[in-house]
T-cell receptor, first 110, second 117 residues
């Protein structure tokens, strides 16, 4: 069964203090690794898909990277509006469901 | 493109009652998924459809749960004889279903928050 572990569970940052979130996974092959942002009481919002080791994607202050066993979401110079729970999910080959980790809740203080 | 919509947004019901939720996917998407999310956890897969065919169901989907997608458009998720353990956020997502990397990206609706008292 696919396993996704995210760390840390919670992260408190000062505005401008860069940091990284980790997503480690075990899956039989990997079709894709997905990052989502979720605000309280809302559905997950799609951020990135990564398909192969070495791939990187960027969006504003966020940068996602992928290795064979884990992915990192780097937050550069965060702002309070970056406060949210960040979810990581994997998709196996010949499968369409996503297997999610429990998420990392990021709080950015002004 | 108005995104994935779900109705109702909130539902409070008494134990033993039946409830039904609706999901309208992004119009050109032919895959539709249902997930359940409890507090502090990531979404857990329940079932998915390609067009009107239900192709996979999770072991989480007990026989009290049934999902349909008539005509391959909107979908409904019904829970019969609700239990307190059914209290959760029920999320719907859709994806293109065509070939190519972007076809695997799932876009989520706002969810239906179910509270069973």
């Amino acid at each position: 069964e696919d396993q996704v572990t995210q760390s840390p569970e919670a992260l408190r940052l000062q505005e401008g203090e860069s940091s990284s979130l980790n997503c480690s996974y075990t899956v039989s092959g990997l079709r894709g690794l997905f990052w989502y942002r979720q605000d309280p009481g809302k559905g997950p919002e799609f951020l990135f898909t990564l398909y192969s080791a070495g791939e990187e994607k960027e969006k504003e202050r966020l940068k996602a990277t992928l290795t064979k066993k884990e992915s990192f979401l780097h937050i550069t110079a965060p702002k309070p509006e970056d406060s949210a729970t960040y979810l990581c999910a994997v998709q196996a080959p010949n499968d369409y469901k996503l297997s999610f980790g429990a998420g990392t809740t990021v709080t950015v203080r002004a | 493109d108005t995104g994935v919509s779900q109705d109702p947004r909130h539902k409070i019901t008494k134990r033993g009652q039946n409830v039904t939720f609706r999901c309208d996917p992004i119009s050109e998407h032919n895959r539709l998924y249902w997930y359940r999310q409890t507090l502090g956890q990531g979404p857990e897969f329940l079932t998915y459809f390609q067009n009107e065919a239900q192709l996979e169901k999770s072991r989480l989907l007990s026989d009290r749960f049934s999902a349909e997608r008539p005509k391959g458009s909107f979908s409904t998720l019904e829970i019969q004889r609700t239990e307190q353990g059914d209290s959760a956020m029920y999320l719907c997502a859709s994806s293109l279903g065509a070939s190519g990397p972007s076809s695997y990206e799932q876009y989520f609706g706002p969810g239906t928050r179910l509270t069973v008292t």
